[in-house]
């Protein structure tokens, strides 16, 4: 429904983390008096718990091109939402390949990237590689593909500020504020209940992302494949030659997002530490609870000794960046849950059995560099109905990919 003249439509957003907080903004600038209902508090989910990278490097068109938008909406923050702080800090994106396969793969990517608007992405051969990257080891990787304007957010001042700005605009938050309950007329929602009391509603907009994987059942939404997923981080002291110094000072604050070939990730969390993530095998865990957000099994935790799989994080990636190796050692894990879709695309489409309900979930690992564009995507859903395509910069991109009940191809896994 668009918020036509007089009383503003009311729309519910249930959850604030990054998606919720951006969601609420947006729809309270567009019209709609928005409550946004949270059950614990502001960032209590994976928005608090994230590595936060954002990257435009995908292996879809609709997700370049909506990455783009993200990009350019970060680095806008502080006049489109508030605040003195830019969220964004654009080191970029390095992948390493070691594979040949891969990385004629990745230069395939890196040649629709370009076509898709994301000018800047380069291939760098071996050589390239090294002259612009001196602590990369030139015998660990046939090359890289690079983008200066990735990069990696400030998460806490993401949903802070867009909260703040939403209520501004006149939006309510109810933290402490679980929906336990759905009322529905036909196949509208109408009414949403908490222990704080009943919200009616014209649009309810789910942003709950790992938390809806067992809040579809008790609410009645319509089942989502959407597997909450344990990931760690770990954070490795910064010492040794290479990166000591003035020099070596300079050349860690302005390390980009590394991936190595591994698959296991690094990047400067602050001058001192440096963040890793590693992908592992996992059980989905539908019925997690807060506690086991920071809940860190022996196996993953760095003070149960240097076999675990921190310590296996940091060896891999510095077999292609050997400085690192050199550091103090890991002082800290931390983990949370990702929301992981059969094809790791989200869902950004309108629930098929319930008219009024728009489900904004599933962001695999994605969520905190989705947020400006899916909060876009909810804005087009609230105003139009279900549109098949949207103008995003300067291009009109389809929506399908994210759609409830699309068909999850091998050729349709985002990467
Ligand atoms: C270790 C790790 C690394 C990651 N790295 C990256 C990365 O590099 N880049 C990236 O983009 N993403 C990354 N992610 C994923 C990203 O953090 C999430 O996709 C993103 O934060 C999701 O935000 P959200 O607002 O959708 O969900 P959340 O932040 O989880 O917020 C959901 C909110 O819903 C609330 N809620 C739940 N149930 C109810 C209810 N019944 N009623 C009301 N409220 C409810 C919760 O309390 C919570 O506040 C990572 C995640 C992890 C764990």
């Known amino acids: 429904m668009p918020p036509t003249a007089g009383a503003r439509p009311r729309a519910l957003v249930i959850g604030a983390g990054i998606t919720g907080a951006l969601v609420a903004w947006r729809l309270q600038r567009a019209g709609w008096q928005v409550t946004i209902l949270e059950a614990a508090y502001v960032g209590a989910g994976s928005s608090s718990r994230t590595a936060a990278g954002i990257r435009q490097q995908f292996s879809t068109p609709e997700t ?28 970029g994106y390095l992948f390493l390949h070691a594979d040949e396969e891969a990385w004629q793969g990745a230069r395939a990517r890196v ?12 291939d760098l051969d071996v050589s390239a590689l090294v002259q612009r990257f001196s602590w990369v080891d030139r015998h660990a990787v046939l090359g890289g593909t690079f983008c200066p ?12 500020e867009a909260i703040a700005a939403a209520r501004r605009l006149g939006a309510t938050l109810h933290v402490a504020s ?15 209940h908490t222990p704080q009391g009943r919200f009616e509603a014209d649009l309810v907009v789910d942003c709950t992302n790992a938390f809806d994987a067992a809040l579809q059942g008790q609410l009645g939404f319509t089942p989502l494949p959407i597997a909450p997923l344990k990931r760690y981080l770990w954070f490795v002291q910064r010492d040794g030659s290479v990166f000591s110094g003035e020099l070596g000072t ?39 609870g807060y506690d086991d957000q920071d809940r860190v099994e ?58 009024n309900l728009i489900r904004a979930v599933g962001f695999s690992g994605h969520g905190a560099m989705f947020g400006p564009f899916s909060a876009l995507v909810v804005e087009a859903l609230a105003r139009e109905g279900r549109p098949d395509h ?14 409830i009940g699309r068909a999850f191809g091998h050729e349709s896994m985002v990467i």
Not at 111 to 122: D, I, K, N, S, Y
Not at 151 to 158: D, I, M, S
Not at 258 to 281: D, K, M, Q, T
């Open 64 to 91: 370049v091109v909506g990455m783009r938008f993200s990009v350019d909406f970060y680095r806008r923050f502080c006049e489109e939402v508030g605040g003195t702080d830019v969220p964004i800090v654009q080191n």
């Open 390 to 403: 949207l103008a995003v910069l300067d291009r009109d991109i389809p929506l399908t990919a994210f759609r």
């Open 298 to 355: 022996p196996e993953f935790f760095h003070k149960t000794g240097t076999d675990t799989v921190g310590y296996q994080t940091w060896a891999t990636l510095a077999e292609v960046i050997p400085g690192i190796g050199e550091f103090a050692g890991i002082t800290a894990t931390t983990c949370g849950y990702y929301a992981t879709t059969p094809d790791h695309n989200p869902f950004l489409d309108r629930d098929p059995a319930i008219q």
């Open 250 to 288: 300079r050349a860690f604050a302005s390390m980009p997002l590394v991936i190595a070939p591994s698959g296991a990730y690094c990047r400067p969390e602050n001058a001192e530490s440096l963040l890793c993530g590693w992908a592992h095998e996992a059980r989905p865990e539908p019925g997690f």
């Open 178 to 192: 679980p929906v336990t309950r759905t009322e529905h007329v036909g196949d509208r929602i109408v009414a949403l």
């Open 111 to 122: 040649a629709m990237q370009r076509h898709f608007g994301l000018a800047e992405v380069e």
């Open 149 to 160: 304007s990735d990069g990696f957010l400030h998460p806490e001042t993401v949903y802070n």
